[in-house]
C-alpha cells in the first residue's frame, strides 16, 4: 500500500481522504439530519444541534463517532420539547414529520414505515384489558396517559365509556364466529353450570359449552354469564338455562347438563328432566342430567377428613406457624434437623385455607419433619404444642388418602378439561382405595374413612354408568376395563351393572342410526329420485306415523332378526384391543378410524367430551364458592359477560382475534 498527497491507493483502488476524522462518513446519509446541524465546538470535538429546541448532543469526540440512535429518538419519542407542544396544540402543518427509519434492502418490505391507527391502538387496549383483568378506567389514569404519551405522541386519550364499547363490540364479533363454529358441528353440545356470589347477594351462572368440532378438537368455551338472585330460585337457573339455548342455537342439540348438587333441588331437576326430554330426544332416561361434580366432590370429602381431626391438624397448623413466625425460630428449627440428620429436603409451608390441596401439602411436609418437631422443645423453651407420636401417625394416615383425593382431582389440573375417557379407572381406583379402608381393621381408619366411603359410594353408582360408556369408546379398554372393574367391586353383582353399561350404549347405538338413517323413496318420478330425507330434519308432521313405524320395524329387525349381522358396535367390540399407548390421543384415533365406525364415531364425539365437572381448572381445589370482586360486580351484567366471555376465548385460542380486520365499535 502506497501513500501519496492524501491518496490511499489499495489494491489498485483510489479512495478520497478523509481528512483529520477519519471516522467521519463521506456524506451524512441518515434522514436525521434534515433536523440536526453540525457544529464544531472545539479541538476534535463536534457537536449535533437540534433545529427546534436547539438543544445540543455529542456526536464526535476525539475521532469517536457517537451515531445517530439518540439523536432520532429525540424526534421521534417526542423528547424535543418544541415538538411536543406543537404537536398538542394542534399545530401540525409546521412541524416536522418525525424521521422515518430508511427502508433495508429486504425482500418482501413494505418500505413506508407504519402511520399512526387511533382505531387500531383502542382495539389493543381493549384487547389488553380483558386479557389482563385490568378495571376499563385504566385509560384515565395519569400514568397510563403519561406512558401512552412517550410511547405515541399521536395517542388521544380515550374515556372508560368509550373503552368499554370496544371490550363489548370485540366480544360481539368474536360470538358470531363462536356460534358459527358450533352451528357447523357435527354432533350435539354438552352444558355445565357453575355459581359464583358477590358480596351483594347476587349469584352469577358461568354456563359453559363443551364440544368436539368436525377436527376433532375439543372446545370448552364460556358461553354465558348471568346475573341471578342469590340464593338461586328454581325459576332463575331455568331461565338461564333457557337464555343459553337461544343465544347460541342448542335446542334439539344438547346430550348432558352437569350442575353441582350444592344449588340444585328436587322440583328444579325435575323441571329440567321434563324440559331437556322433551327438547333433546337422545337424552337416554334423564341419565345424562348429571348434578355430581367430580371436582366439588373430591374437595367436600378432603374438607370432611381434615374436619375429623381438626384438633389434631390445628396443632400441627399452630406448629408450622410458630416456626416461620420468625428467623430465629426457623434457624433453630434448622439447626435441630440437621443435628437429628433427617433427611428431609421438604420446606415448610403454611396453609390457605380456601384451598385444601395447601392443608394437604402443609401437612405431608410436616410429617417428613416429625422428629425434629417431637424434639423442638428442648431446642426452644417456648414452643409448647408439641403433638405426640401417635398424633403424627394419624397425620400420616391422613395425609395418605389426602394423597388419594388430590390424585384424583389432579386429572382437572395436568390436562385442563380431560376427556370423559379417562374419569372410569380414577373413580373406581379411588371406589376400591375407600372400601378397603372403610372395612380396615384398624379402627381410626375406618372411623375416619368409613362416612367418606358412604358419601363416595353413593357418587360412584350415579356417575358410573355413564362414564363406563365414555371408556368403552376408548379402544385400550372397550368393555374389558368395564367387566374387571365391575367384578372386582361388586363382585357376583358385576353381571346387571355390565349389561346396563352394554345395554344403554347399544340403545344410543341405535338412537343415533335412526337419526342418520336416510328414507329413500323411489316411485319413478322425477322429484322423487334419490330424496333423502333425515328424521331429525323432517317437520312435526310431515311423515306418516305408519311409514315411520313400519321402516324402523325393518331397520332394527337387522339387529334382532339377522343372526349374521354385525353392526359397527359389535365389530368395533369383537376387535383386540389397542395396545396401551401412554400417550394415546384418542381423539386423533376416532378422527383415523372414523370412516370405519361413521355411527360411533358421533357418539364417541358426544359422549369424549362430555364433561364430569363443573369448575374451571384453576378452582378445582377451592374450598368455597367463588366470588366476583367489587369491581367486576359494580359493571352492568353485559359488560360483565363480554368481558369474562371474551377473556376465555382469547386465552384458549378457540378463535384467534384477526387483528387485521377493521374494528367496528359497537353502538349501546
Known sequence: MAIDAGIAVTNNKEKPDLGEH??????????????????????GCTRAYCKQ???????????????????????????????????????????????????????????????????????????????????????????????????????NPIRSDSVEEDCVALYVREKQNLLNLINGIPGLVNLTLDLW????????????????????????????????????????????????????NLEGRLLTLALDKSFSSETLMGNLKGFLSSKNPVILNDQFLNQNCYARVLSHLALDALQAMKETVDKVRQSVKYVKSSESHLEKFIELKQQLQVPSKVDLILDDTSRWDSTYHMLLAACELMEVF??????????????????????????????????????????????????????????????????SDDPFLSSLIKPLYEKFDRYWRESCPILAMAVVLDPRHKMKLVEFTFSKILGENAEPWIRTVDDALREMFIEYNIQMLPFETTNGDDEGDEI?????????????????????????????????????????????????????????????????????????????????????????????????????????????????????????????????????????
Open 22 to 43: 477519519p471516522n467521519l462518513p463521506k456524506r451524512k446519509k441518515s434522514i436525521v439530519w434534515e433536523y440536526f446541524t453540525v457544529e464544531t465546538v472545539g479541538a
Open 374 to 439: 417431637a424434639c423442638f422443645d428442648t431446642a426452644d423453651p417456648d414452643y409448647r404444642m408439641t403433638l405426640t407420636m401417635d398424633e403424627w401417625k394419624q397425620v400420616e394416615k391422613l395425609c395418605k388418602y389426602l394423597k388419594c383425593f388430590h390424585d384424583a382431582a389432579n386429572i382437572l389440573t395436568l390436562q385442563p378439561y380431560p376427556t370423559a375417557n379417562l374419569f372410569f379407572p380414577e373413580v373406581s381406583k379411588l371406589q376400591v382405595e375407600l372400601t378397603y379402608a372403610a372395612f
Open 53 to 155: 429546541c436547539n438543544k445540543s448532543f455529542s456526536y464526535i469526540n476525539d475521532s469517536k463517532l457517537a451515531g445517530t440512535s439518540h439523536l432520532k429518538r429525540h424526534i421521534t419519542l417526542g423528547i424535543c420539547q418544541v415538538i411536543r407542544q406543537k404537536n398538542q396544540q394542534g399545530e401540525t402543518q409546521d412541524t416536522p414529520n418525525p424521521p422515518k427509519k430508511r427502508p433495508r434492502a429486504t425482500p418482501g418490505y413494505a418500505g413506508n414505515g407504519v402511520t399512526f391507527d387511533q382505531s387500531r391502538s383502542n382495539h389493543d387496549i381493549a384487547k389488553m384489558i380483558i386479557l389482563h383483568d385490568y378495571p376499563l378506567h385504566i385509560v384515565e389514569q395519569q400514568g397510563f396517559i403519561d406512558l401512552v404519551r412517550i410511547l405515541q405522541p399521536q395517542f
Open 197 to 248: 356470589t358477590s358480596n351483594e347477594a347476587m349469584g352469577y351462572v358461568f354456563v359453559r359449552g363443551h364440544f368436539i368440532d368436525g377436527n376433532w378438537n375439543l372446545h370448552h368455551p364460556v358461553l354465558n354469564v348471568i346475573k341471578v338472585p342469590f340464593p338461586l330460585s328454581d325459576g332463575s337457573l331455568s331461565h338461564t338455562i333457557l337464555t343459553c339455548l337461544s343465544d347460541w
Open 532 to 668: 333423502m330425507i333425515k328424521t331429525e330434519l323432517c317437520p312435526e308432521g310431515s311423515l306418516d306415523d305408519s311409514i315411520y313405524l313400519d321402516d324402523y320395524e325393518f331397520y332394527i329387525s337387522d339387529f334382532v332378526g339377522n343372526q349374521q349381522f354385525k353392526s359397527e358396535l359389535d365389530e368395533y367390540l369383537e376387535e383386540p384391543l389397542l395396545s396401551n399407548y401412554q400417550e394415546f390421543d384418542i381423539l386423533c384415533w376416532w378422527r383415523l378410524n372414523g370412516y370405519r365406525y361413521p355411527t360411533l364415531s358421533r357418539i364417541a364425539s358426544d359422549l369424549l367430551s362430555m364433561p364430569t365437572s363443573t369448575v374451571s381448572p384453576d378452582s378445582v381445589f377451592d374450598t368455597e364458592i367463588r366470588k366476583m370482586d367489587n369491581y367486576r360486580s359494580s359493571l352492568s351484567p353485559r359488560t360483565i359477560e363480554a368481558l369474562i366471555c371474551a377473556k376465555d376465548w382469547l386465552q384458549n385460542k378457540i378463535l384467534p382475534i384477526d387483528d387485521s380486520k377493521a374494528f367496528v365499535k359497537m353502538e349501546f
